[in-house]
T-cell receptor, first 116, second 113 residues
Framework: GENVEQHPSTLSVQEGDSAVIKCTYSDSASNYFPWYKQELGKRPQLIIDIRSNVGEKKDQRIAVTLNKTAKHFSLHITETQPEDSAVYFC???????????????FGQGTILTVHP | NAGVMQNPRHLVRRRGQEARLRCSPM?????VYWYRQLPEEGLKFMVY????????ESGMPKERFSAEFPKEGPSILRIQQVVRGDSAAYFCASSPPIVETQYFGPGTRLLVL
């Protein structure tokens, strides 16, 4: 099955700096990679996702890059703000068309702290 | 368009009791997924259902846990004879047909005394 590794486990930055979180996956058949933000006691909230036919996607201060050959993808947050502080999770789906297609395997999470 | 709804939001049970967690997907979504999150850990897949069908239950413990998504009504995750190790947040997510994007509900926080 799929295995997703996420680094770093904690990340502390100053307001205005950039933050980068990296994930690797094991299943070469995975083709969908979402990122979720979870604040304490709240639901995971989808912030951006990328499919395997695209190498990069950007939405305002957030961008995601995907390297299919190396099987890794990264989240980039620019001009960080204190309200970006949360736990961020990467995920990868199972093989399309198989029964695990809908299953998301999550990374262990990164606690991002943005200091004012 | 209401988001994914879960109830109850908090549930307290004593060891040996049953817990029933409910999930109503977003309107137009026919796929439901259940995930478990232990304190300060990531989300672990449990089960993937479509109406009246279990598609993938590879993450479900073999005993005491069951899930259903009937033709009418919410999806239900049922835990029989709960133990303290079942204490966790249980999140439901839903997606439309053929689209991978999953939207999460607010979760049910189960505490087993």
């Amino acid at each position: 099955g799929e295995n997703v590794e996420q680094h770093p486990s904690t990340l502390s930055v100053q307001e205005g700096d950039s933050a980068v979180i990296k994930c690797t996956y094991s299943d070469s058949a995975s083709n969908y990679f979402p990122w979720y933000k979870q604040e304490l006691g709240k639901r995971p909230q989808l912030i951006i996702d990328i499919r395997s036919n695209v190498g990069e996607k950007k939405d305002q201060r957030i961008a995601v890059t995907l390297n299919k050959t190396a099987k890794h993808f990264s989240l980039h947050i620019t001009e960080t703000q204190p309200e970006d502080s949360a736990v961020y999770f990467c995920a990868a789906n199972g093989d399309a068309g198989g029964t695990s297609y809908g299953k998301l395997t999550f990374g262990q999470g990164t606690i991002l702290t943005v200091h004012p | 368009n209401a988001g994914v709804m879960q109830n109850p939001r908090h549930l307290v049970r004593r060891r040996g009791q049953e817990a029933r967690l409910r999930c109503s997907p977003m309107k137009g979504h026919s796929h439901v997924y259940w995930y478990r999150q232990l304190p300060e850990e990531g989300l672990k897949f449990m089960v993937y259902l479509q109406k009246e069908n279990i598609i993938d239950e590879s993450g479900m413990p073999k005993e005491r846990f069951s899930a259903e998504f009937p033709k009418e009504g919410p999806s239900i995750l049922r835990i029989q004879q709960v133990v303290r190790g079942d204490s966790a947040a249980y999140f439901c997510a839903s997606s439309p047909p053929i689209v991978e994007t999953q939207y999460f509900g607010p979760g049910t926080r189960l505490l087993v005394l």
